[in-house]
């Protein structure tokens, strides 16, 4: 998971546009995740089918890991700005 719902909150509450937040935001974080798995590349984990887990996202510096987290949070506000269509 590059991002949870207290990452999610946190990120909306300091943009200007400021969507509601869904009750349970897990499905819009794993969309998210998604999208930007095909956009990074790579290869993936074969457990989770992720471009970071495991070992992966371990190794990642704590910068690389809170610009994953924030990409994913941007993407999940982008989708919910844009609505389900």
């Known amino acids: 998971m ?3 719902a207290d990452d ?3 990120y909306l509450a300091g943009g200007p546009a400021a969507p509601e937040l869904p009750a349970d935001p897990a499905g819009l974080l794993e969309d ?4 930007l798995d ?3 590349g790579g290869p993936r984990d074969p457990a989770t089918g992720r ?3 495991g ?6 510096t704590d910068a ?5 987290r924030d ?4 993407m999940a506000e982008w989708m919910l700005l844009l609505g389900p269509d």
């Not at 070992?55 to 990642?60: E, G, I, P």
């Not at 990409?71 to 941007?74: L, S, Y």
């Open 2 to 4: 590059y991002a949870d």
């Open 8 to 10: 999610l909150a946190a």
């Open 32 to 35: 998210a995740e998604r999208y």
């Open 38 to 40: 095909v956009v990074l």
């Open 51 to 53: 471009a970071y887990a």
């Open 55 to 60: 070992d992966a996202l371990a190794a990642l």
């Open 64 to 68: 690389q890991r809170q610009a994953l």
């Open 71 to 74: 990409a994913t949070c941007a």
